[in-house]
T-cell receptor, first 114, second 114 residues
Framework: DAGVTQSPTHLIKTRGQQVTLRCSPK?????VSWYQQALGQGPQFIFQ???????QRGNFPDRFSGHQFPNYSSELNVNALLLGDSALYLC?????????????FGSGTRLTVV | QKEVEQNSGPLSVPEGAIASLNCTYS??????FFWYRQYSGKSPELIMS????GDKEDGRFTAQLNKASQYVSLLIRDSQPSDSATYLC??????????????FGTGTRLTIIP
């Protein structure tokens, strides 16, 4: 049973560029949530996708956008990258509203903006 | 006031002793509480969930919840060097739009001293 998979593992981008991160949820899960974790901080909620729609969103600018595909996989896009966007980006999957049982996280994508 | 607060540590505990980690939250409507363990450079791993007042035990781990005091804790008995990690408290919090999101504290770094 595959867990949550994220790609790529590491990424280096230049300020102003755009980046796309990818996530495949755990088998049987249909909801994907994205988090940003800066060094020394806890994960910060970016947004959540369910049935191919953004269901809720955290306090992140519109430069952060996402998409969910019919197979429940998801992408996180960040435009006009800033140095402050350097962080570990985590994808978590859950089944519908049953995230109350706890998220399963992927191994993350480490983004470095230079 | 932060939604979820933890002492950042670091907390140092001798091997074999009890490690006590604390967390407070601000949303009185919160119903679900989680503890995640995160090793350096890795993604968070769910180790405990608790939903009712009182204690919940799982092996060497005990989670304690007091909703009246808005306080949740994690006790680790017989601490082992492999328990050295950052421990994240996570709580479901209601957004201004009537949705729930899982909110994390900044984490407590725990070091077990052999």
């Amino acid at each position: 049973d595959a867990g949550v998979t994220q790609s790529p593992t590491h990424l280096i981008k230049t300020r102003g560029q755009q980046v796309t991160l990818r996530c495949s949820p755990k088998s049987g899960h249909d909801t994907v949530s994205w988090y940003q974790q800066a060094l020394g901080q806890g994960p910060q909620f970016i947004f959540q996708y369910y049935e191919e729609e953004e269901r809720q969103r955290g306090n992140f600018p519109d430069r952060f956008s996402g998409h969910q595909f019919p197979n429940y996989s998801s992408e996180l896009n960040v435009n006009a990258l800033l140095l402050g966007d350097s962080a570990l980006y985590l994808c978590a999957s859950s089944l519908g509203d049953r995230w109350n049982y706890g998220y399963t996280f992927g191994s993350g994508t480490r983004l470095t903006v230079v | 006031q932060k939604e979820v607060e933890q002492n950042s540590g670091p907390l140092s505990v001798p091997e074999g002793a009890i490690a006590s980690l604390n967390c407070t939250y601000s949303d009185r409507g919160s119903q679900s509480f989680f503890w995640y363990r995160q090793y350096s450079g890795k993604s968070p791993e769910l180790i405990m969930s608790i939903y009712s007042n009182g204690d919940k035990e799982d092996g060497r781990f005990t989670a304690q919840l007091n909703k009246a005091s808005q306080y949740v804790s994690l006790l680790i008995r017989d601490s082992q060097p492999s328990d050295s990690a950052t421990y994240l408290c996570a709580v479901n919090c209601w957004t201004n739009f009537g949705n729930e999101k899982l909110t994390f504290g900044t984490g407590t770094r725990l070091t077990i001293i052999p």
